[in-house]
């Protein structure tokens, strides 16, 4: 088996910001073409800035810790300070992952930048 | 925190008696058993009874037995031996004849010789719950078949295949035909549970491996059926009657051959296994929604219990039930340095998602009571939990 940080595992664990969004203002939903597992991010925007995100996730201790993971680092920041985040930044917090785990933290920046589009796209609308 | 082991199929621990078998082997009896002296021919005669021991448990010629370094060389002999050593003889490239649901060490040497244009290759398809229907086998064969492969039981899901009636089958087109068909079987998880009796199956080679029955790692043997040639493919001395070259795994063999005694003296545990794998099954039935049994229900190894939880993903799983002592195996793509899913619910028309739900639980002689209790006390909780967390699983747990 793979070896996780203790800080994997624990968000592994206990997930923070877990569970779906009532009334989000962007949803990113992204499925992963490597092993097929789907993550889905949930935001709510104020004054630019991420104010509540929540998740759900099908997949591995890596796709599940790491997307609890995401969700700390980004509450609070603004869009464009979310945008810079990358799936390395991701990795580094998590105290490293495998190798071959590596995607599953592509995915959960995949699915964060489809939750600002769509908030975009929704208030482009308005 | 107590440590409970419920992935039996991958290996168990050696037996003591076994261990104690082996323990002379190592310190006082250490000759090689090709040397002339009497160090020698004390290993040379601990060898010749370990090959007895297991031709008599095969009910076979002791020569007719190769000591190997397990269930993965017997398998690559098994198939790169006949296929090689025949060859040159046929007009035609040979025609092998296996199933999509063998182990790699099947698959991948039929793929091995398939790349390397030295064969090619049928993979038989089963039904959803793994079974091979012996009908196809004949529908597959052809004037240049050489070989057939098919695995007695399967390491995954537990499903046995019709062995006996395949060789049976095998032997009678054998009549009618100049070039014979030769008929393989990996036995790897079948030695404690099945019989394994060579005439009774019809077959000409059989693969088994020590550490799948209370025996050593790094230890097999091939059943070579007499008058069935294969090419070495280890080079080098006279050992193993000129088909495996190297100095003899003594201890190995002889853990080997006492773990096989064992087999057969401790039969009468088998029910028990097979009583608790029935409460594990039922427990889970009853206790959780939306899953599915894979394998065969009623043909299977009496000590598997293999599951598709729907929604979820097995390694989630099974670090979960890790973290609470409890170990078993999963073919979720996730679990695998690959990322393919298993190729065995694959080939039993499982879609990638529901495959990435699997989880095998295979008990063992120290499975107790109290340690399916202490699983099924555990895993509806996991099961919930996780499901929460999936996109998938919202509505079953009415988040
Ligand atoms: C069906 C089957 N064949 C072959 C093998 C390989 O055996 P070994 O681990 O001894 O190489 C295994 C075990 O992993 C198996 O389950
Ligand atoms: S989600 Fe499949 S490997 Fe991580």
Excluded at chain 2, 4 to 22: F, N, Q
Excluded at chain 2, 114 to 131: C, M, P, Q
């Amino acid at each position: 088996m793979w070896e996780y940080s203790q800080k994997l595992l624990d968000h592994f664990k206990n997930p923070r910001n877990l569970g779906k969004m009532e009334n989000p203002d962007g949803v990113g939903r992204e499925g992963n073409p490597t092993c097929g597992d789907v993550m889905e991010l949930f935001i709510k925007v104020k004054d630019n800035r991420i104010v509540d995100i929540k998740f759900l996730t099908f997949g591995c201790v890596a796709a599940i810790g790491i997307s609890s993971i995401l969700t700390e680092v980004v509450k609070g920041k603004t869009l464009e300070e979310a945008r810079k985040i990358t799936a390395s930044d991701l990795v580094k917090e998590a105290g490293d992952v495998p190798p071959v785990k590596y995607h599953c933290s592509v995915l959960g920046i995949q699915a964060l930048n489809g939750a600002i589009e769509d908030y975009k796209k929704r208030n482009k609308q308005k | 925190m107590k440590r409970i082991y419920l992935d039996y199929a991958a290996t168990g621990p050696t037996k003591p008696e076994v261990l104690k078998a082996m323990e002379p082997f190592f310190l006082q009896k250490f000759g090689n058993p090709s040397s002339l002296h009497s160090f020698g021919q004390e290993t040379r005669a601990a060898l010749d009874k370990a090959r007895g021991q297991v031709a008599k448990f095969l009910n076979c010629k002791s020569g007719e037995i190769l000591f190997t370094s397990g269930g993965t060389e017997s398998d690559n002999l098994a198939i790169l031996g006949v296929v090689f050593e025949y060859y040159h003889q046929a007009k035609n490239k040979p025609h092998i004849i296996t199933s999509s649901v063998e182990h790699h060490a099947v698959l991948h040497t039929c793929q091995y010789l398939e790349k390397k244009s030295e064969a090619e290759v049928t993979y038989i398809k089963t039904d959803n719950r793994g079974l091979i229907n012996p009908e196809d086998i004949k529908k597959a064969m052809k004037p240049n078949t050489l070989l057939v492969s098919i695995m007695y039981a399967n390491n995954e899901i537990g499903t046995v295949e019709p062995i006996r009636e395949i060789g049976k089958y095998i032997e009678k087109v054998n009549k009618d035909r100049d070039n014979k068909v030769y008929f393989h079987t990996d036995a790897v998880q079948a030695i404690e549970y099945l019989n394994c009796d060579v005439k009774y199956l019809h077959v000409d080679l059989l693969s088994l491996s020590a550490h799948k029955f209370g025996g050593p790692k790094g230890v097999g043997a091939l059943f070579v059926k007499e008058g069935t040639a294969i090419k070495r493919l280890i080079h080098g001395g006279d050992q193993e009657y000129h088909r495996r070259a190297g100095t003899e795994n003594v201890p190995g063999i002889v853990g080997l051959a006492k773990a096989i005694e064992l087999v057969v003296r401790d039969k009468s545990k088998n029910e028990k296994i097979r009583k608790l794998r029935d409460k594990l099954i039922q427990g889970i039935g009853k206790k959780i929604p939306d899953v599915i049994l894979t394998g065969d229900p009623k043909n299977r190894l009496l000590n598997n219990a293999s599951f598709c939880f729907n929604f979820i993903e097995g390694e989630s799983i099974l670090i979960n039930l890790d973290l609470q002592g409890v170990a078993v195996s999963t073919g979720s793509a996730c679990s695998s340095g690959s990322l393919d899913p298993s190729h065995v619910l694959i080939a039993c028309g499982f879609d990638h998602q529901t495959a990435q739900g699997s989880l095998r639980f295979t008990l063992g002689e120290q499975t107790t009571k109290e340690d399916i209790d202490y699983v099924l006390s555990i895993l509806p909780d996991i099961v919930k939990k996780l499901r929460k967390m999936s996109p998938f699983g919202r509505k079953n747990v009415g988040v």
